[in-house]
């Protein structure tokens, strides 16, 4: 028998001290806990904001034990009651410039944290939680750019003394303008080509008194990129307002992004923030004067007052105010304070330094969805999301003086009101609307339920298969389930160490590991016994055993994990987390079965020199 | 284990019980078609779970005077459970609806929310479609691996055996109206990986014996390679099996259809390669010549592990 190599057990015992090391973390449960952090990103939990939450929190008793982190400070406490007993004490007290969050608080001690030991994240369907695809309707971005241009437009043309026809976004998403001789047509075709580079040129046109300017597909592309780049900017700073730990903001594909927040339970009102493309527009109220083509009528919310014109020209946009707080003025009544950046301040002062005694809209606008129903082709019903806008009236109070970067809106109907105001204006707008096209929410209930329903499978395969081959094969027996307990611990430290999430789905390909990872072992156990029957001597056998199986188990794995990898680059959610355990559970296998149980067997046998029979 | 099986006289019946197998599958496909799950045809689903015993009937009636007609309620996993499905909708927000419509006509009783899943129509549609494509990859990518290690002849002979199974286990699902849900599908995937897996044993092994046999037909040494195999081919198959069987048993109602299906799978990929594989070897006229060229290119097959 070929002796094996004293490198080859320093390796194996290697692999095995770091699989364990690295797996240890995934033993101590986590404790639940509570974050708190400032709601301003600018702000970092310091021992002043511990010494506020110590003084709530101090009487109750609820908690184990308060940490002052990097970002916030963390309370963990031994039940999930005391958790939300917790939480509750901290929303009702009065401290409103912190969020207050669920986590769980992993336990793991400082000398395997420092080493990068850490256990694995748990997908939402084992912790509990919210899981949302939003679809971004960027035809809306393209269209409201081409807006914003055609109001750019139009000052142009007074300028320059440029008369027109028309000018109007088409439904083709083209800028129309219409012209009453050519030569004007011509004069705007030069000032055009000279000012925009966004337009595909030469223009187009129906006749020789019109324009029609189409965004180049460049911009298009850019423009819809910057609207999700937009969004995810938004969704980020909403969902660091909701509250929750380890949240995911992620693109997904070209015009999706998935959001998951763990340890949410309330998704209506999660949906209710995140979709919300609320924004806020300031205008000038439209006066006698203003012709009918540049100002719009517009309800008042909530019926609060008669529809009134405004100018069609945005002064600014929600996008530039810099923070807002709601609070209550001097008749005790809701009120968001704003404060514009630089840029809108002197915009605002611009506009409203001219315009004293007159009036000053502000445009509450809501971007909704709803279902329409359109034939196909084939003439059947389909399901259409389609979004729109809702435009109105929150306040149009008259400007006493030149505003500047700091101003308030009044007008609110309640303080729910004002704070979700606040709350929208401070995390910014959506650069284009949202569709929620898939949602799965996991209670804590189910998710508990599920992690025990995966251990307790995993337990009972375990032993049903550790039993059956320690039965059939002995000694080597002992070898391919030392072999097979090791392949998990050393799945469960990749898994740890590439920080991979572990789903129900997940626990499913391990135990299926288990089941298929005894192959390679059957494969080289058969071959050995056959060559015992031939008549070989032991040693050689169990030789001839290991390196004939090899060539097998190799061409099976890779087969396998063809499959595996498949399955990650082309499945979602349940079926991503089967084939990241899969994959990894083969690779692992093939070291364990294979070099695994020969450093076991020669360690066994391999110093014998007249080996009469082997256990198999 | 010792056997001495003739393999091979079987396999005429074998072939008749198979195309029996797959008629009855694709004719069950086209009648009943699949029970697609939500992940495919799109809509809310909600479960819920309730102190005591649910009511369902009382359930429904709730449903109906809340405006949610046609929804199919049933208990899922125990008589506390219950799941509501509306197959087919579009609004995201349904499932939160039926949350709070059914937690207040609870009389006061908190109902405790499991989970709501809501899959918009092109999502369900893409998915579909994503699961497909998947498929096919993976049988192609099988095919060029089996091709380029053994011989074009292996590789044909491994993909019908392939699409024997995966037709077999959606048979079996669409007879017996099991949901097909994406976890279904990845199952369904990992059965491809784990009959080629038998199948390329099989063919490993066949291969060997070509060479080193001096054996009158291909027959023969198919039968003796399928018998010097059959002995791991049923453990394998049978350690594959109570892992198996344990996730369906106590995995939870998330994780049962998917067990299932690699249940069926296991057991039909097991058949298909002592069966499926080896008679399609011989129907293309396998003989030793076709692995001579190869025999000079890999003269050592046995490297060391």
Redesign the interface.
């Known amino acids: 028998m070929k002796r094996y190599g004293i490198w080859k057990y320093f390796l194996i015992l290697v692999v095995l001290g770091f699989g364990i090391v690295y797996s240890l973390p995934n033993l101590y449960a986590p404790d639940p806990a509570v974050q708190v952090s400032y709601t301003s990103s600018s702000q970092t939990a310091d021992k002043f904001l511990e010494d506020r939450i110590l003084n709530i929190i101090q009487e109750s008793n609820l908690y184990t034990q308060i940490e002052l982190e990097k970002d916030y400070v963390l309370i963990r406490t031994d039940s999930y009651q005391n958790q939300l007993k917790i939480k509750d004490l901290l929303s009702s007290s009065q401290m409103n410039d912190v969020v207050v969050a669920l986590n769980l608080a992993p336990t793991t001690p400082d000398w395997l944290s420092d080493i990068g030991a850490n256990p694995m994240k748990l997908g939402l369907d084992l912790r509990g939680g919210v899981h949302f695809l939003m679809q971004v309707d960027t035809d809306t971005a393209i269209k409201n750019r081409q807006d914003g241009t055609l109001q750019d437009l139009r000052i142009r043309f007074r300028e320059e003394k440029i008369r027109y026809a028309q000018a109007k976004v088409d439904t083709d998403r083209s800028i129309l303008l219409e012209f009453n001789n050519p030569e004007t047509r011509e004069k705007a075709e030069e000032l055009i080509e000279d000012i925009y580079n966004q337009f595909n040129y030469p223009l187009t046109s129906d006749n020789d008194l019109s324009l029609k300017l189409f965004l180049s597909d460049l911009e298009i592309e850019q423009i819809e990129s910057d609207a999700i780049d937009q969004n995810l900017t938004t969704l980020r700073n909403r969902v660091n307002e909701l509250g929750v730990s380890e949240p995911i903001v992620q693109r997904q594909g070209k015009k999706r992004i998935v959001v998951q927040l763990p340890g949410i339970q309330d998704t209506a009102e999660a949906k209710n923030i995140l979709g919300k493309t609320a924004t806020l527009e300031f205008h000038l109220e439209a006066q006698m004067d203003t012709p009918r083509s540049r100002k719009t009528s517009y309800p008042f919310r909530n019926g609060l007052g008669a529809p009134a014109f405004l100018q069609d020209t945005i002064i600014l946009g929600g996008d530039q105010v810099a923070t807002a707080q709601a609070s209550f003025d001097e008749n005790g009544l809701p009120q968001v304070n704003i404060t514009l950046d630089g840029d809108g301040g002197s915009k605002m002062n611009r506009a409203t330094r001219g315009n004293i005694g007159k009036r000053l809209g502000v445009l509450f606008v809501e971007q909704k969805s709803r279902t329409i129903y359109e034939r196909n082709e084939l003439g059947q019903q389909i399901p259409v999301q389609e979004s729109y806008e809702v435009k109105e009236i929150i306040s149009l109070a008259t400007i006493r003086a030149a505003l500047g970067t700091t101003f308030r809106i009044t007008g609110l109907d309640s303080p729910s009101e004002s704070s979700e105001l606040a709350l929208l204006l401070r995390a910014g707008a959506l650069a284009a609307p949202m569709t929620f096209v898939e949602e799965r929410t996991v209670g804590p209930s189910l998710g508990a339920d599920n992690i025990q329903a995966g251990v307790f499978s995993m337990q009972l395969g375990l032993l049903l298969v550790l039993g059956f081959i320690l039965f059939y094969y002995r000694i080597f027996g002992i070898a391919a389930s030392l072999a097979l307990s090791f392949n998990i611990v050393l799945l469960v430290a990749i898994m740890s160490i590439l920080s991979a999430t572990l789903t129900l789905p997940g626990i499913a390909g391990i135990v299926l590991t288990v089941g298929m990872a005894v192959d390679a072992n059957v494969l080289i156990f058969s071959r050995i016994r056959e060559e015992l029957k031939k008549g070989r001597e032991p040693l050689e056998a169990i030789d001839a055993g290991y390196n004939r199986a090899f060539l097998t188990i190799w061409d099976a794995n890779v087969t396998t994990l063809i499959v595996a990898v498949i399955l990650l680059s082309y499945g979602t959610g349940p079926v991503k987390g089967f084939a990241i355990t899969l994959s990894i559970g083969i690779i692992t296998s093939m070291f364990t079965a294979i070099m695994g149980t020969r450093a076991f067997v020669n360690l066994i046998y391999g110093s014998r020199k007249n080996l009469e029979r082997i256990s198999i | 284990?010792?056997f001495n099986i003739d393999f091979l006289a079987w396999r005429k019946i074998a072939l008749v019980l198979s195309s029996i197998f797959l008629l009855v599958s694709l004719s069950s496909l086209f009648l009943k078609e699949l029970n697609w799950g939500l992940d495919f045809t799109g809509g809310t689903l909600v479960?819920l779970?309730y102190p005591n015993e649910a009511n369902i009937p009382q359930i429904r009636q709730n449903l109906i005077q809340g405006g949610f007609e046609g929804a199919q309620v049933a208990n899922f996993g125990s008589s506390r459970e219950v799941l509501i499905k509306l197959p087919g909708t579009?609004?995201?927000?349904l499932?939160?609806e039926i949350v709070?419509l059914l937690s207040t006509s609870n009389e006061g009783k908190t109902v405790?929310?499991?989970?709501?899943?809501?899959?918009?129509?092109?999502?369900g549609s893409e998915?579909r479609d994503?699961?497909g494509?998947?498929m096919l990859?993976?049988l192609a990518?099988?095919m060029l691996?089996?091709a380029f290690?053994f011989q074009s002849m292996f590789a044909g002979a491994a993909v019908i055996a392939l699409v024997h199974d995966v037709i077999i286990v959606v048979g079996i699902f669409s007879l017996i109206q099991i949901e097909f849900d994406?976890?279904v599908?990845?199952a369904l995937?990992?059965v491809?990986?784990?009959s080629?897996?038998d199948t390329?044993?099989v063919s490993?092994?066949i291969r060997e014996n070509i060479r080193s046999m001096d054996a009158e037909s291909t027959e023969e040494i198919i039968n003796t390679s399928l018998n010097?195999?059959l002995?791991?081919t049923l453990?394998?198959s049978?350690?594959?099996?109570?892992?198996?069987f344990?996730?369906f048993?106590?995995?939870?109602e998330?994780?049962k259809n998917?067990?299932l299906a690699?249940i069926f799978g296991v057991i039909v990929g097991t058949y298909s390669s002592i069966y499926i594989a080896a008679n399609a070897l011989i129907m293309m006229g396998l003989t030793k010549d076709h692995l001579k060229v190869e025999e000079a290119e890999n003269a050592d097959?046995?490297?060391?592990?």
């Open positions: 284990m010792n479960e779970s579009v609004s995201d927000s499932g939160s709070s405790d929310l499991r989970r709501i899943e809501y899959v918009g129509p092109q999502i998915l994503d699961g494509t998947a990859i993976a990518f099988m691996y089996i290690r994406l976890t599908l990845a995937l990992a491809i990986g784990y080629l897996n390329i044993v490993d092994r010097q195999t002995g791991r453990i394998t049978l350690t594959t099996l109570l892992v198996l344990s996730l048993i106590l995995g939870g998330l994780i998917f067990a690699l097959d046995n490297p060391l592990p």
